[in-house]
């Protein structure tokens, strides 16, 4: 059956956070005025538990895709063993899955994540200038980063993406630096809009929309537009080259109207919303738990939970608002 909340939207992709914990310090993603509490251990969902979630939304719901987060998800040990598990399941069910990753840890293991049935890549890289990038991410890692988009690009993934969140007086010099890597890597470089999360030091003036980026973009390349119906991304073509540019406009201009994800954290609450407060998730790791839980009931809750799904998240002057709603803990 379809997964389908109460303004007649099919859920059907499932993202899954592995981790909270990263081997970066991103600037939009941690907090600027406090670190975030990692999550006890003991509270971090095992892999049995997500293997047994991600079978409930297969069996019941139809899920066409499930990506792995973070945090960063290649930090936490055992992940190829993991996905290698999760073959037979993903070949019966026929769903696509995905990594989103920063990279740094990548390239050593990017044959056996390609070898174990990852379909789609995407990289986080907001900097092609090596100080810049360690005064974002805090570690200067620059070139593990581009050495995994190049070997993954040798391999036959379905789509690698190069992921770059926008900040003006920070990286917004860098806008056609990245056309540039899309047109002479022939990649997919999508910009997306820096978004306010609990105390990452998110403000109007540090803000860039996505119509201010493709306009500096369209002072040196014709963009022509390509973007699938549904697609939280517009992608535009170069004319003239194979790269490709997108733009994921969530502040400026929300594709709530055709959302389908659904995001699992890494202490195992069901989010509705990335924008949506830890307090207000659906515990799935307590029905888990719970041995005399079925499989049946666990997706009765997810059912009914997903009703309460709101029509599109509030305007940013509220978003910065919220209290315990950090990137890192909801998986991005």
Known sequence: MELIDNFGRVHNYLRISLTDRCNLNCSYCNPVTQQVKHIDKEE?????????????????????????????????????????ELKEMKSKYNFKTAITTNG???????????????????????????????????????HKVLLSIFRAKELSFEKIKINC?????????????????AVHNDINVRFIEYM???NNGWNESSFISSAQIKQAIETKYILEESSVKGSVSKDYSIKGNKGQI???SSISDHFCNTCSRLRITANGGLRLCLFSEEKLGLDLKKLLRVKSTSNFEIAEEIISFVKTKSEKHPAASELVKLDFNYMLRNGG
């Open 104 to 142: 740094v840890l990548l390239a050593d293991k990017i044959n056996e994540i390609y070898k174990n049935g990852i379909d789609h890549v995407n990289i986080s890289l907001d900097s092609l200038n090596p100080s810049t990038f360690k005064n974002i991410t805090g570690k200067n890692e620059l």
């Open 246 to 248: 997108s733009f994921i």
């Open 165 to 181: 969140v926008v900040m003006r007086a920070v990286n917004d010099n860098e806008i056609i630096p990245f056309a540039d890597f």
């Open 44 to 84: 971090i969902l095992t892999f049995e538990e997500i293997q047994r979630l991600i079978k409930i939304f297969a069996d019941h719901f139809d899920i066409k895709k499930v990506r792995f987060t973070g945090g960063e998800p290649l930090a936490r040990n055992g992940f190829v063993t993991f996905i290698s």
């Open 196 to 198: 306010p999360f609990t």
